[in-house]
């Protein structure tokens, strides 16, 4: 199991876990706090430091192109990239469930 009553991949991800978040959101230069909150409770607190690492590593060594090639990706870009190399698609959809509701409403709304 997990430390101070957190479990592995779990709702809710106490003190530690808080922490581990602000750092990322830190590093990772990302202020969407509700994406990275849930990217914790999916994924796990062990794999959310494992690929804040490899991007800390990818950064310092000269970053991540676009897909386009065109530009670097961000931190947080280049972090989100690792996770989709590595989370099953039910996890992704949950993960930016809220993002993509909150994106056709406000489509809905550009409509009227």
């Known amino acids: 199991g997990g430390v101070g009553g957190v479990s592995e991949g779990g709702e809710g991800y106490g003190s530690d ?3 581990l978040l602000l750092r990322m959101l830190n590093e990772l230069e990302e202020k969407n706090v509700q994406l990275f909150e849930r990217i914790l409770v999916r994924a796990g ?3 959310c430091e494992e690929l804040l690492e490899q991007t800390r590593v990818i950064q310092t060594t000269g ?11 961000t ?28 994106l056709k409403e406000l489509k809905k709304k550009k409509k009227k």
């Open 17 to 19: 876990g808080f922490a």
């Open 45 to 47: 607190m062990g794999v």
């Open 63 to 73: 970053g991540m192109e676009t897909a386009e090639g065109t530009r670097k990706r």
């Open 75 to 102: 931190p947080g870009g280049t972090f989100i990239k690792l996770l989709k190399e590595r989370m099953d698609k039910s996890d992704i959809d949950y993960m930016w469930k809220e993002q993509n509701e909150a």
